[in-house]
């Protein structure tokens, strides 16, 4: 199940960046499972990884190889996360990277590796080490629609987002999967972007952060921070056109405008989702105030069943409100709205509404619950979905 209806994207390809997938059965035998992806020499790269402490093996090794090398190559597995698998877990992702440097005739710290999928299984490394040859000499910069099903675990759907702007054109593209285990801690799913601008290092890291709080750190399914959480930025520079202190705001607003799209494509295809959910909280104190109460609201299960359920229940809104550690909230100040119906008025049920408003706000598949505390001028938005039967079915026989 999927919130609306997404066709994927046309992908601009990026010059200097390609993209090789196959299927080499590490979970089953009949879908993409292993990508590859090359950068050309030169290439700047910004990455960013779960703040989760149980990080998996691939994570520390691309934190690893990061500190000593450029990268040229990316490797990706779907299907096992190789994360809870102790030494033999780090053996296994550097045995990869070893084998591809091989293939490529790069230097072992020169690939990343990453892993998704089941934790606490080893790596299946006589398939995945197999089916390398083939993702390598698939490698192609029209590969962005293989690689987007290579890398789907739970997600019904691959996700992308491309755009070129600029009179010397600049093109960014990404893909991105994620379905549940997803709660911004960084950013709860892996993602690959990339542009053919020329970068320097530091502008890039800096344009990283600054669009990944505004998107992957702005979206929440479970709120579980998964272990393998990993989102990598490159530059090829294959362009020509050079990002500086001068052009650096219009790029950071299109690289967002990608992050966005691939944020909120992860949540309309959240596992079980049937809404699409934006939490918008604005009249607080400061972004903190604003963004607590935010994810107070998108993670109350309470909350998320009755989205699922359509029943405008305000209450358990204003109960999440209440709960969100707001110092001195006067609730008799609080305004809630469902899409465009005032439902809390004044801390109470608003004199205007009806259940049967509520209830033609709630049907539809996008949501918007609006809450302003009416305390100041800060404000921001989280993304969600609803809570189904489905989403226990899906976790619930994830590992049969």
Wanted: aromatic letters at 6%; charged letters at 20%.
């Amino acid at each position: 199940m999927a919130v609306g209806q997404q066709l994927f994207p046309t992908m601009y390809p990026v010059s200097g960046f390609k993209l090789g997938t196959t299927c080499a059965g590490i979970k089953s035998a009949d879908r993409p499972d292993l990508v590859v992806m090359e950068l050309a020499e030169g290439s700047t790269v910004a990455a960013l990884f779960t703040q989760n402490a149980f990080c998996a093996a691939p994570v520390r090794l691309c934190k690893d190889h990061l500190s000593t090398e450029s990268p040229r190559y990316l490797v990706v597995n779907t299907g096992n996360a190789n994360a809870g698998t102790g030494a033999q877990g780090m053996n296994d992702a550097e045995q990869t990277c070893s084998a591809l440097a091989t293939l490529a005739g790069v230097a072992v710290n020169a690939v990343l590796p990453f892993s998704t999928g089941v934790i606490g299984e080893p790596l299946p490394m006589q398939p995945l080490l197999a089916g390398l040859p083939d993702a390598y000499h698939n490698l192609s910069e029209h590969g962005w629609a293989d690689a987007a099903q290579g890398i789907l675990t739970t997600d019904t759907r691959p996700k992308g987002s491309s755009l070129q702007y600029g009179d010397q054109p600049i093109t960014i593209t990404g893909i991105s999967k994620g379905s549940g285990m997803i709660k911004p801690n960084m950013a709860t799913m892996l993602a690959y972007i990339a542009t053919d601008a020329l970068v320097d290092a530091e502008l890039l890291h800096v344009a990283l952060r600054q669009v990944c709080d505004k998107s992957f750190n702005r979206i929440t399914v479970d709120s579980d921070t998964s272990t393998n959480d990993s989102v990598v930025l490159i530059a090829t520079g294959a362009s020509g056109v050079v990002v500086d202190e001068g052009n650096f705001d219009q790029f950071v607003t299109h690289l967002q405008s990608v992050f966005v799209d691939l944020a909120q494509a992860i949540i309309r295809d959240g596992e079980g989702a049937s809404k699409f959910v934006s939490v918008s909280v604005n009249g607080a104190l400061d972004q903190d105030e604003a963004l607590r109460t935010a994810f107070t609201v998108a993670e109350s299960p309470l909350v998320k069943t009755a989205l699922f359920a359509s029943d405008p229940n305000w209450g358990r809104i204003l109960a999440a409100v209440g709960r969100a550690d707001i110092d001195q909230l006067e609730i008799d100040q609080v305004q809630i709205w469902l899409n465009s119906v005032l439902i809390v008025d004044a801390g109470a049920r608003a004199p205007s509404y009806t259940e049967e408003l509520g209830q033609q706000a709630m049907a539809a598949d996008d949501i918007e619950i609006k809450i302003n505390l009416n305390r100041g001028a800060a404000e921001d938005t989280v993304w969600t979905t609803d809570f189904s039967y489905d989403y226990v079915r899906i976790n619930a026989e994830y590992r049969t």
